[in-house]
């Protein structure tokens, strides 16, 4: 259980409305920082990303086109180099596709961070087109 003074207070927060302000403020800020990584990841994709689309929680599953998983793992590990935190989808899977996918979080960035985010995804994204 919880103490009755916490209790009390969380009742009072829903019943005065507090509660359904916190969930419009917080579904507006994550739509707008989710608007961002898809309008970034769409500007600097040129065919070569494939983003399952969501509507619901707070990241993205994005697949790198035609790259295996391994080099998938190269790029992960290019990206934090530059400090970007990418992570595989593959730990997600019971049977890992051979295919490199990555699962891109927004919530805990700003539109400007993420922004300067996909500036270093796309460099990235150019380099490994060289190799």
């Known amino acids: 259980g919880s103490c009755g003074i916490e209790q009390a207070a969380l009742a009072r927060f829903i019943v005065d409305g507090g509660f359904e302000r916190h969930l419009r403020r917080t579904w507006k800020t994550l739509k707008e920082r989710r608007d961002a990584l898809l309008d970034g990841l769409e500007r600097c994709s040129r065919g070569r ?3 399952n689309d969501s509507h619901a929680g707070m990241h993205l599953v ?7 998983a391994a080099e998938g ?3 992960i590990a290019r ?4 400090g970007l935190g990418l992570y595989p989808i593959a730990p997600y899977y019971l049977a890992p596709p051979d ?3 990555l699962l891109l979080g927004y919530c805990g960035l ?3 961070e993420i922004e ?3 500036e270093l995804f796309a460099t990235c994204l150019d380099e490994f087109d060289q190799d």
Request: charged share 10%; glycine share 8%.
């Open 99 to 101: 295919s490199a996918g």
């Open 110 to 112: 700003s539109v400007a």
């Open 49 to 51: 990303l494939h983003v």
């Open 62 to 68: 994005v697949w790198l086109n035609g790259r295996s």
């Open 79 to 82: 990206a934090r180099s530059l």
């Open 116 to 118: 300067q985010a996909v």
């Open 73 to 75: 793992e190269a790029f």
